[in-house]
């Protein structure tokens, strides 16, 4: 399923981005937002795969929201105002839709928006020949490629502090970054390419033991204020490690 947010300052047209994405199979409406301040706060805390964005809305319009965010969701612009359409496509929308457009319309766009997802998936999937299935992980290789917001940036495996799982995608947090590396990959995919100095504490999190700075019951503190909980599945083979390591009574 791909999760879709839909923005529009208009209820009516709000109502039928709504309508439009039930009616798609592969489509999943995960919020609705009347504007682009309350989606940019939902996007904060929730990610999706795509959002359906109108344009012309008071306080920021969606062309500068779609431009402020630091890795966009593919994004369908709709509005009622043709000329904006070269500047869509110029901040790499998958489709823009013009008001008022129809249910097949809308089924075009969302069609452009699964292609357009599924030609990602492909890209960063590691194939059967890959060194993952070679021995990988503990091969001495301290660097990977991570595709991000239609990059592929260049990650130092010693430099990961801990990864991230949200819903479909990983945040890999970094060392020296304010921000982290967003991934489209799977937490099962991370743990088998990273090598033995990472452990999986949690179901949403894989931690780099090197930059543990201290336990504290049922959490590991990184850095100075980021503390990351122990899941139940995984504190014996975590205290099994903190026991080969502690020294004392």
């Not at 929201?65 to 509005?79: D, E, G, H, I």
């Not at 969302?110 to 060194?131: F, H």
């Not at 991934?183 to 990472?198: A, D, I, N, Q, V």
């Amino acid at each position: 399923m791909i999760r879709c947010l839909a923005i529009d300052d208009e209820p009516l047209a709000l109502q039928q981005l709504a309508n439009y994405i039930h009616k798609v199979s592969f489509l999943e409406l995960s919020a609705q937002c009347q504007s682009a301040l309350e989606a940019r706060t939902y996007l904060e805390h929730d990610m999706v795969d795509a959002i359906f964005c109108d344009i012309n809305m008071p306080d920021l319009n969606g062309m500068d929201f779609v431009k402020s965010l630091a890795v966009p969701p593919l994004v369908v612009f709709t509005t009622a105002y043709s000329e904006y359409a070269v500047e869509g496509f110029r901040v790499n929308a998958v489709d823009y839709l013009l008001k008022p457009f129809g249910l097949q319309d809308f089924q075009r766009a969302a069609n452009r928006l699964r292609e357009r997802l599924e030609i990602g998936v492909k890209e960063i999937t590691i194939s059967d020949k890959s060194p993952v299935k070679s021995g990988l992980k503990d091969s001495g290789i301290d660097e990977i490629f991570l595709k991000t917001d239609y990059r592929i940036v260049k990650v130092n495996i010693p430099d990961i502090l801990f990864v991230e799982a949200m819903s479909e995608y990983l945040k890999v947090w970094i060392d020296g970054e304010a921000k982290p590396v967003i991934t489209l990959l799977s937490m099962k995919k991370m743990e088998e390419y990273l090598p033995s100095y990472f452990m999986r504490i949690h179901r949403s999190y894989i931690v780099n033991l090197d930059k543990i700075r201290e336990v504290n019951k049922n959490r590991i503190i990184i850095g100075t204020n980021t503390y990351l909980p122990i899941g139940d599945l995984y504190k014996e083979a975590f205290q099994t490690y903190l026991n080969a390591k502690f020294l004392g009574k």
